[in-house]
T-cell receptor, first 114, second 113 residues
């Protein structure tokens, strides 16, 4: 079945630095990628939607300059958290959609900013 | 905008007991997804429902979508510790136009041996 590989699975970074999270679709072409954020004991909140080769569409309240999304190819999308602060600490998870119906989720990245 | 309300928010059951989780939408559901998540991990796809009155089963888990397509239920029969986790319902608010999936708040299930 469809698989999305997400890296890293966890990362600790210092305040002020940037962190890049990658999601790769391994056996299908991901025409659309979705990025979610999840706080402890809460549900997934959609941050942005990206289509290959075009700019990402951000949900209301999500800072596009802080959370840079790149979807340069049909198999790779990246989320870069720029100038990270402790409040950015969270669980980030991507989801990919190909030409077939359905969504495939990555395994998530736990970001801790110290 | 479409919102999904899940109930209960948390559930503790004795192993072997049956349980039901509900997902109610403020608008008609054209595609309803059920996922399971272990805290801090990715989502495991369970089932997708599209048609009013549709019912699907996989092992001991059954999901239904009501005729009006505004409510779905997930029923687990003879629960086991392996069923423990967070259950999330998700829906595409634009029905295949935007493609994004929004989620309910989740239901945390604990199964006591």
């Amino acid at each position: 079945g469809a698989v999305v590989s997400q890296h890293p699975s966890w990362v600790i970074c210092k305040s002020g630095t940037s962190v890049k999270i990658e999601c790769r679709s391994l056996d299908f072409q991901a025409t659309t990628m979705f990025w979610y954020r999840q706080f402890p004991k809460q549900s997934l909140m959609l941050m942005a939607t990206s289509n290959e080769g075009s700019k990402a569409t951000y949900e209301q309240g999500v800072e596009k300059d802080k959370f840079l999304i790149n979807h340069a190819s049909l198999t790779l999308s990246t989320l870069t958290v720029t100038s990270a602060h402790p409040e950015d600490s969270s669980f980030y998870i991507c989801s990919a959609r190909g030409r077939e119906p359905g969504y495939t989720f990555g395994s998530g990245t736990r970001l801790t900013v110290v | 905008s479409q919102e999904l309300e899940q109930s209960p928010q948390s559930l503790i059951v004795q192993e072997g007991k049956n349980l039901t989780i509900n997902c109610t939408s403020s608008k008609t559901l054209y595609g309803l997804y059920w996922y399971k998540q272990k805290y801090g991990e990715g989502l495991i796809f369970l089932m997708m429902l599209q048609k009013g009155g549709e019912e699907k089963s996989h092992e001991k888990i059954t999901a239904k979508l009501d005729e009006k397509k505004q409510q779905s239920s997930l029923h687990i029969t003879a629960s086991q510790p392996s069923h423990a986790g967070i259950y999330l319902c998700g829906a595409d608010p634009l029905y295949n136009q935007g493609g994004k999936l929004i989620f309910g708040q989740g239901t945390e299930l604990s199964v006591k041996p």
